[in-house]
């Protein structure tokens, strides 16, 4: 039996006023946990992967922040009681698709019952100047795995592969000048056409070797960059733009809460049917390129 | 499957420079008056040289790794990233994105492993080790490696400038020092050797006992503000009760049937934890003879700490071949976890890259 998902719970922030990584992912993990059918006890491991977050923290993870706040077995001292593993998983925008591979691997081996996956990232305009834009669509974004259930939908073979060599195409730092921390973000003038490339690279690698072909697939689930990518993508990809689920924006970009959205988008409006087949390609810095199917 | 998994090397990076606790108190503005070598037992600590930063450390450490292994990076299913620190550059840059792991990838040949970076304080490499041991159980994945370049030091240049009160938020950052670690985590099927038990958790509700972020003063920087004391009132507890559980009715609840190692804070703080754990065990779990003790040259390295002692404690033969260890896990969050392991011939293997001749001269002369 596969991993699937239990839940998921999501929150766009449009308001101008400041906001933070932490009130991110309580609006959009608090109603998953509610709408899951595991218990916050049954949350074996709690994985944070937003990479721009509150203070930008190094330690502690900010993950045992957000299982304070969400209180997820945050006060079992006696290690016989249910307990929570936090950490943070930082990969860019692959870190969503990478920590479902993870909480699969940790129900797979009987270590954990479900997991609970959060996203929140944010730039603290409170700590550093303003540099070039991050283009982030500033969004909460939470999902519970599990196995429950005895049909074969869920989660199928993961795959990741990095083309290092393109790796100058994106980069992001904090430095510390004149005075004050400056946020960078690097980008070649033409990432999208270099994300592009990578996942058409690592696509065809990626069916080669699980014998799959487009025509297995009911929708494609691509990285929610912007609408010129998803539209970039479709021409690839030769599909059928009604297959592409497409919830980008215009210009922001969903980042680590691409995954999560575009999901939510196909079971919250009923569009994916019991047994329809989906594509997920993520794309991140590095340049990496992530793919794996889920059975709905 | 698998059964589990076992250390297949281990390579860590000291770098040469060394900073004596009395000369890092000298350089405070504010001298604080404190007895911190007394204290601490702390002696010195390793500091990176000149335009050597977190990815040189690991680097360095991964280069050894691959120097006493067997396996070349290509054979590499997963790398993760676990250090803490992220500085990477002139004017304390800290690197976002790539990720760690994906920038190594360019290093060394990783483009086909699953790669990411995974920090959880000072318990980073155990939590990692936790995450491929469920990888190589589930069958997913066949080995790994685990690296963490901790540049701590940064902080306690930081503390000189800002340590201001008798009893100041900064003074763990004293305690620090700069290393590398890599290990590969490889599948065994073997019930002698490798990680017989393995966990980690955490009691998030301590969670703002320690912080580290960047300095909202002028100097700008890398900070920790630590409540030292409740940190270590909170973990010391938690340990001794959590170590005490997990060896009861087993081998490990004996001091003379294997090696303890806990994270490197302070000589009194592993005193009073080792004293704590057999208290509440009810026998002699840790006793002067099996704890292994690395702080006073190392400092704190974080989430190299563990690693760092076993090199250290390989090296002199202290730990060898087929010998069990006790590692205990603590870290702010709070972290907690143990491990119960068995070496196989890695103490071997590690020595004669290390010291060539050096296991033939020993069985000569005995």
Redesign the interface.
């Known amino acids: 039996m596969s991993v699937k998902i239990s839940a998921i719970g999501r929150f766009e922030y449009n308001s101008g006023s400041s906001t933070s990584s932490l009130e991110l992912i309580r609006k959009a993990a608090r109603p998953c946990i509610e709408r899951s059918e595991y218990s916050k006890e049954d949350i074996g491991v709690?994985i944070n992967v937003s990479?721009?977050r509150d203070?930008?923290?190094?330690?502690?993870?900010f993950?045992?922040?957000v299982?304070?706040d969400l209180g997820?077995n945050?006060?079992?001292?006696?290690?016989?009681e249910p307990?929570?593993?936090?950490?943070?998983?930082?990969?860019?925008a692959?870190?969503f698709l990478?920590a479902c591979?993870?909480v699969d691997?940790?129900i797979?081996?009987?270590?954990v019952k479900a997991g609970l996956i959060v996203s929140g990232d944010v730039i603290d305009y409170e700590?550093n100047e303003r540099s070039e834009d991050s283009r982030f669509q500033l969004s909460g974004a939470a999902m519970i795995l599990g196995r429950n259930g005895t049909d074969d939908s869920g989660f199928g073979m993961?795959y990741?592969?990095?083309?290092?060599?393109l790796?100058d195409a994106?980069?992001?730092?904090?430095?510390?000048?004149n005075?004050r921390?400056t946020m960078m973000f690097r980008r070649s003038p033409d990432i999208e056409r270099i994300y592009l490339d990578a996942v058409s690279r690592g696509l065809k690698e990626f069916l080669a070797k699980e014998k799959l072909n487009m025509d297995d697939f009911d929708w494609i689930i691509p990285q929610q960059i912007s609408q010129g990518f998803i539209s970039g993508l479709c021409e690839l990809l030769a599909v059928d733009s009604s297959k592409v689920v497409n919830v980008a924006k215009k210009d922001s970009d969903l980042f680590n809460a691409s995954l999560p959205c575009a999901l939510a988008h196909l079971f919250d409006n009923d569009l994916a049917k019991k047994g329809d087949n989906a594509l997920i390609i993520g794309v991140?810095?590095?340049i990496?390129v992530g793919c794996t199917t889920y059975r709905f | 499957m698998v059964r589990g998994s076992v250390i297949e090397s281990l390579g860590v990076y000291i770098p040469e420079g060394r900073l004596t606790t009395k000369e890092l108190l000298e350089g405070c503005r504010n001298k604080p008056n404190i007895d911190l070598e007394g204290i601490t037992g702390i002696k010195e600590r390793p500091v990176v040289g000149e335009n050597e930063y977190v990815l040189d450390l690991s680097r360095k450490a991964v280069s050894k790794c691959f120097e006493i292994s067997r396996y070349s990076p290509e054979d590499m299913d997963m790398v993760i990233c676990a250090n803490i620190s992220r500085y990477n550059g002139p004017d304390y840059k800290a690197n976002f994105e790539p990720s760690n792991a994906a920038i190594l990838a360019k290093d060394f040949d990783f483009s086909n492993a699953i790669l990411f970076d995974e920090p959880n304080a000072c318990a980073g490499m155990f939590t990692a080790i936790y995450v491929m041991d469920s990888f190589i159980r589930a069958g997913i994945i066949r080995r790994g490696i685990i690296i963490s370049g901790e540049y701590l030091t940064c902080l306690s240049r930081t503390a000189q400038k800002e340590i201001s009160q008798p009893i100041d938020p900064q003074f763990a950052s004293m305690t620090v020092g700069d290393s590398g670690a890599a290990l590969i985590l490889d599948g065994t099927n073997s019930k002698d050797i490798g990680f017989h038990d393995l966990d980690v958790f955490t009691i998030a509700k301590h969670c703002d006992l320690c912080i580290g972020t960047w300095s909202k003063q002028e100097h700008g920087g890398f900070v920790m503000y630590t409540d030292s004391v409740r940190i270590h009132s909170v973990a010391i507890g938690l340990t001794a009760e959590h170590v005490a559980r997990n060896v009861k009715g087993t081998k490990w609840e004996q001091s003379s049937n294997h090696h303890y190692i806990m994270h490197q804070t302070a000589v009194r703080a592993i005193e009073t934890t080792t004293n704590s754990i057999n208290s509440s065990a009810g026998t002699e779990v840790c006793s002067p003879d099996n704890t292994i003790v690395n702080v006073i040259h190392r400092g704190n390295s974080a989430s190299t700490a563990h690693f760092v002692a076993l090199w250290d404690h390989i090296k002199n033969r202290t730990i060898r071949k087929g010998e069990n260890i006790l590692f205990a896990v603590q870290s702010s969050g709070i972290n907690l976890g143990v491990a119960k392991y068995t070496l196989d011939d890695l103490p071997e293997r590690i020595l004669a890259i290390e010291e060539p001749g050096s296991l033939e001269r020993v069985a000569n002369a005995s």
Request: glycine share 6%; aromatic share 16%.
């Open positions: 709690l990479v721009y203070n930008y923290f190094c330690e502690p993870a993950a045992s922040f299982q304070n997820i945050h006060d079992k001292e006696d290690s016989s307990k929570t593993l936090s950490f943070d998983l930082l990969n860019g692959m870190g990478n591979q993870v691997a940790m797979d081996s009987g270590r700590m993961f990741f592969r990095t083309f290092a060599e790796q994106y980069e992001s730092y904090i430095s510390f000048n005075k921390l991140a810095s590095g990496q």
